[in-house]
């Protein structure tokens, strides 16, 4: 039944792939447009550094051209992975697939990039208020050293506008920056059929989770492993024993679970969508551009909501 919400064409994906060699630029006018649009239309240069005395140091900084920000260092064996090779990656799987490009942009002032692509999968009426959640491919680069190309599933549910990625599941294959990056790149882009298969699961899991009541040990806790406060205390010894901060946090935290639960039923599913509203909405994250998206796929935004996936799927008893 559930395989009916689904349209990857994972025969014509194996053989648009086949043989697929990632080298130069090929559509130059859409890549541009495409980077122009998500103000990606820079370049990265690996640039030596010397000691005072103008001696080499055997090491390089990673700079970007136009801002001269210097995002990391690096050694002689790394090889810049330019915005423009991620474009044309996308652009050929647009082509291929027939997904639509959805957005992009940077984080930290471009020490990380993304593309992302809409896959047309979706899936409709999970929970008491009959939730729908899209899928996306989202590629996602770090010119700070801090990650390879990584490309995995990111959903997002259209009522709440909750996000979630999967963090050691689909965002697992990458590609290093090195010398035989393009050849890896190659072997990573044919992973992209993997994260069907686990987004096709994550979608069945989050039906399941809809379907079992949330206890109140559940919602305890949940709050306990990302506040770690413990709400079964008294308020006078939780006053003594937990910081302002702390009792703030987790007050902000319960507002959003109770939202979310009121909402959508006081099941798993809401439990956890209680934890992407707080990730999504209300987490504290840096004053800087794209802060929160990038919290949500790469920093305390995504480690928060994988804690908390992994805690109500123990709580319904399905395995990772």
Partial sequence: MIQENFNFADNLLTSAFDGLKVTDVENTEAVNTML????????????????????????????????????????DSYVPFQNSELAEL??????????????????????????????????????????????????INGHDTTQALKWGAVNFTIYCRNTFAM?????????????????KVE?????????????????????????????????????KSITDVDINLPKHEAEKQYSTHARNRTKELLTSIAAETNS??????????GVTHYTSHVLPVPKRENARLES???????SVDNVAFNQVMKFAGISL
């Fill in 36 to 75: 122009d649009k998500y103000g990606l239309r820079w370049t990265v240069e690996k640039m030596p550094l010397v000691l005072p005395t103008g001696e080499p140091t055997g090491f390089y900084g990673v700079v970007r051209t136009d801002t001269k920000k210097t995002f990391a260092t690096c050694k």
């Fill in 90 to 139: 996308l652009i050929r799987i647009a082509d291929k697939t027939g997904y639509e490009i959805h957005s992009g942009g940077g984080f930290n002032g471009g020490g990380k990039v993304y593309l992302q692509l809409n896959t047309g999968n979706e899936i409709k009426n999970i929970g008491k208020n009959k939730d729908r959640v899209i899928g996306y491919v989202t590629g």
């Fill in 167 to 183: 963090a050691n599941k689909a965002l697992q294959q990458s590609a290093r920056h090195t010398e035989s990056i393009h050849e």
């Fill in 187 to 223: 072997q990573s882009i044919k992973q992209i059929l993997g994260i069907s298969d686990a987004e096709k699961t994550i979608f069945e899991q989050f039906i399941k989770l809809s379907e079992i009541p949330a206890q109140k040990e559940h919602f305890a806790q949940i709050v």
């Fill in 264 to 273: 959508k039923g006081q099941s798993l599913w809401g439990l956890f969508s």
């Fill in 296 to 302: 949500k796929y790469t920093g305390t935004g995504l």
